[in-house]
């Protein structure tokens, strides 16, 4: 056996309950005196509640799905402004993916407390969107310092947005099975964070305020995203971010209607990773595991149903194409990446 694995450096705390205690000790470690709190409007109240004992010199509230540079500009010309020494960033996926915008450029610490499953406050990885056209990259500098989880924050997540974000993050353990740079630990992170999802997703889904439910989500969220960010982006997000860049598509339901496709595609050609999700999910075979899943959740089904334009299937293929790495499980040609989208689109069954 040979392989090379490397642990991101990065704390992370579970603290249901305690989030603002546990932010300002996170703070107060960095040495931060002058904070920006990057949150959306419809969070501004619950940071400010988070933020409650943190130095704060600026608090910025223009967060945009899949972070379009002018916004993410603003937010660095901003930070400049009020000679910020750290960030707190209070939201889902596209508010730390603000913060590691300003962090790409400036360096500034960031911690993250995460609202939804989107898992990128435990990933170096940063994406910015100009036009049609998201680019995503790889940085030291953006990986969050440290991580808050606090489950009582969840409580509050719309139904659907909880379903869409989890299966979001259900996608990054899928996709991690056979990333470019997957290796064992990979898998058994992954595995693991699988079955936490499929733990904890149904009772969320039953009661949006479980904290159980939550804390069971969150600990799955977090390996796959751990799992994600050492396994390297697979076929799965190379699909989704096209689309969501090419069609202005919302990012959590994108994954959840593509994954199950994606699944069926690549499962047959590697035996192992499957049989190691099978078994996270409790199922047959990963294919039923997940079917079974999204029976549960009545997950989003079809691209469509977001606004994505029929002909827009042909116009992403060649981009796709180009973007899925060469060590994609099954080999993918025009003919079959077409009749994945075709699927992906009208919500057909895998």
């Not at 099978?278 to 294919?287: D, H």
Request: charged share 20%; with cysteine; proline share 6%.
């Amino acid at each position: 056996m040979k392989f090379t694995h490397e642990s991101l450096p990065q704390r992370v705390r579970f603290a249901t309950g305690e989030a603002p205690a546990a932010v300002a000790a996170e703070i107060d470690e960095l040495g931060a005196r002058r904070v920006m709190v990057v949150a959306g409007e419809r969070e501004a109240e619950l940071a400010a509640r988070v933020t409650a004992d943190v130095p704060v010199a600026l608090r910025h509230d223009e967060v945009v799905m899949h972070v379009p540079v002018e916004v993410a500009e603003r937010a660095r010309e901003r930070a400049a402004e009020a000679a910020v020494d750290a960030l707190v960033c209070v939201g889902g996926g596209s508010t730390t993916g603000l913060a590691k915008a300003v962090a790409l450029t400036t360096g500034l610490p960031i911690v993250a407390v995460p609202t939804t499953y989107a898992g990128s406050e435990a990933t170096n990885v940063w994406g910015l969107t100009s036009g049609e056209t998201k680019t995503t990259g790889v940085d030291a500098r953006v990986l969050p310092r440290s991580v808050v989880y606090d489950a009582s924050l969840l409580t509050t997540l719309p139904g659907e947005m909880t379903v869409a974000s989890g299966l979001n993050a259900l996608a990054h353990c899928v996709d991690a099975m056979w990333g470019p740079r997957v290796d064992p630990i990979d898998q058994v992170n992954a595995a693991e964070g699988i079955r936490g999802l499929a733990g904890g997703l149904p009772k969320v889904a039953r009661d949006s305020a479980s904290v159980e439910g939550i804390e069971e989500t969150l600990y799955g969220a977090y390996l796959a995203a751990v799992s994600f960010t050492s396994a390297g982006s697979g076929m799965h997000h190379k699909i989704c971010h096209v689309l969501g860049g090419m069609f202005n598509l919302p990012h959590a339901q994108t994954h959840a209607v593509v994954l199950p496709h994606v699944l069926a595609f690549n499962a047959p050609n590697a035996p192992e990773a499957e049989a190691r999700m099978a078994a996270a999910f409790g199922a047959p075979s990963a294919v039923e595991g997940l079917a079974g899943l999204r029976r549960t959740l009545s997950a989003p089904k079809a691209l469509e149903d977001y606004g994505m334009p029929e002909d827009g299937i042909a116009k992403a293929v060649a981009p796709i194409m180009a973007a899925i790495p060469d060590n994609n499980p099954t080999p993918v040609t025009e003919e079959n990446l077409t009749a994945l989208l075709t699927a992906a689109w009208s919500g057909e069954e895998s």
